[in-house]
Nanobody, 123 residues
Framework: QVLIVESGGGLVQPGGSLRLSCAAS????????MGWYRQAPGTQRELVAT???????NYADSVKGRFTISRDNAKTTVYLQIDSLKPEDTAVYYCNARPPVPWGTRGAELYSWGQGTQVTVSS
């Protein structure tokens, strides 16, 4: 059974930065694409960034240039560096593994969801 634990969220002012971490235990981490998602109140969870097993990265248009995804296979951990935070980035952030499906495909994630980590951007 795979356990996902996200951390690193918090309350930050607009323009600030955070680094989120996602540790995945008991998984074939190095061979799968990992994704970061977020869900704001009253909205559906959305995919914001992915990183393949070979290190190829993709981002949602809304976060390009501000979010950077990375991974450490030895630590079975994926990171999300978030810079120039905006109030609209406020959400619970989650990570999960994805099979090779189109960006907008929902419900394809490989593991059970973790508890997420709350990011709140407010002055």
């Amino acid at each position: 059974q795979v356990l996902i634990v996200e951390s690193g969220g918090g309350l930050v002012q607009p323009g600030g930065s955070l680094r989120l971490s996602c540790a995945a235990s008991g998984s074939i981490f190095s061979g799968v694409t990992m994704g970061w998602y977020r869900q704001a109140p009253g909205t559906q969870r959305e995919l914001v960034a992915t990183i393949s097993s070979s290190g190829n990265k993709n981002y949602a248009d809304s976060v390009k240039g501000r979010f950077t995804i990375s991974r450490d296979n030895a630590k079975t951990t994926v990171y999300l560096q978030i810079d120039s935070l905006k109030p609209e980035d406020t959400a619970v952030y989650y990570c999960n593994a994805r099979p090779p499906v189109p960006w907008g495909t929902r419900g394809a994630e490989l593991y059970s969801w973790g508890q997420g980590t709350q990011v709140t951007v407010s002055s």
